[in-house]
């Protein structure tokens, strides 16, 4: 990708071997490390080591289809469609889940966002099952929809100033100070 100094031109950025991929969410590492994942006819995750210049798959996390990652002192976790949340520990290079209490009835969440409000806490949107927080940096979690009318939660978000969470979904923007 090049933008010019007018900052009217891009151009593509080509990902080699993956030129059709469509890409949903990505993810810089402090270590360099760029995570990018989305589809290429079927879900696909890339980890680049080298500031992007080649890319390799992720192949434990291809057919989870990961809608949203968050990196935090050497932690990634990555939010899939109805496989709940996966955790590394490497820097992307190999995963396991991380979902006790994000299993409902039987079947693990869609996770549309994760947010990190500090080294312990991480707060998930859900597409249906509303939002979960974790207090040990993703190894629990457990339910945080008190208040909430819409449990279908399309992103979230954490405001360090005011130290407050927010959730947005069909039905508008929830807001919400963690404890």
């Known amino acids: 990708m090049v ?22 969410t990505a993810v ?3 270590k360099g490390t760029l995570l990018l994942s989305g589809t290429n006819d079927s879900p696909v995750t890339l980890r680049s080591s080298n ?10 996390l291809d057919s989870l289809e990961v809608w949203d990652f968050a990196s935090f002192n050497g932690i990634i976790l990555a939010g899939t469609y109805a496989h709940g949340i996966f955790k590394s520990l490497d820097d992307g290079i190999t995963w396991s889940a991380s979902n ?48 909430i009318t819409d449990e279908n939660l399309w992103t979230s978000f954490y405001d360090p100033i005011h130290k407050t969470v927010f959730a947005a979904g069909p039905s508008g923007i929830y807001q919400k100070k963690p404890k």
């Open 3 to 24: 933008f010019h100094r007018s900052g009217l031109t891009w151009e593509k950025y080509k990902i080699i071997g993956f030129e059709n991929a469509s890409i949903r």
């Open 100 to 147: 006790n209490g994000l299993k409902i009835n039987n079947e693990y969440v869609t996770v549309s966002s994760i947010t990190t409000v500090n080294e312990q806490t991480i707060i998930c949107s859900t597409l249906g099952k509303g939002m979960f927080i974790s207090r040990d940096a993703g190894n629990n979690w457990e339910d945080y929809n008190r208040g």
């Open 51 to 60: 500031h992007g210049q080649t890319f390799q798959r992720v192949k434990q």
């Open 28 to 30: 810089l590492t402090k």
